[in-house]
């Protein structure tokens, strides 16, 4: 169990770091970078990769976009100046655009 566990959390990590921050580009550290919700949320990623099972993890995955943290926190905090035109580019009434 353990070990399908390490292969999910991987696959989570690889996948983030393929997609890089869709505002800035950043992929170096997996750590740094967050899932960031777009349409509807079921659970929350990072807390729950070990317990859900992999096809729902990669249906998760898939309504979300990759935001570093820094970009993450901003879009969150409404600091950005370009928070209208984000919103524009990713979300379509709370649905993700691509």
Aim: net charge positive; charged share 40%; with cysteine.
């Amino acid at each position: 169990m353990k070990e399908f566990r390490q292969k999910k959390y991987k696959i989570v990590d690889d996948y983030k770091l393929s997609k890089g921050c869709s505002i800035c580009g950043y992929n170096k550290y997996s750590g740094a970078l967050d899932f960031h919700h777009t349409g509807d949320k079921e659970f929350n990623i990072g807390a729950e990769v070990g317990s859900k099972s992999l096809k729902l993890t990669k249906e998760e995955m898939d309504k979300c976009i990759i935001l570093c943290a820094n970009c993450h926190r901003e879009i969150h905090a409404e600091y950005r100046e370009d928070i209208g035109e984000f919103k524009k580019e990713f979300c379509i009434n709370g649905k993700r655009k691509r």
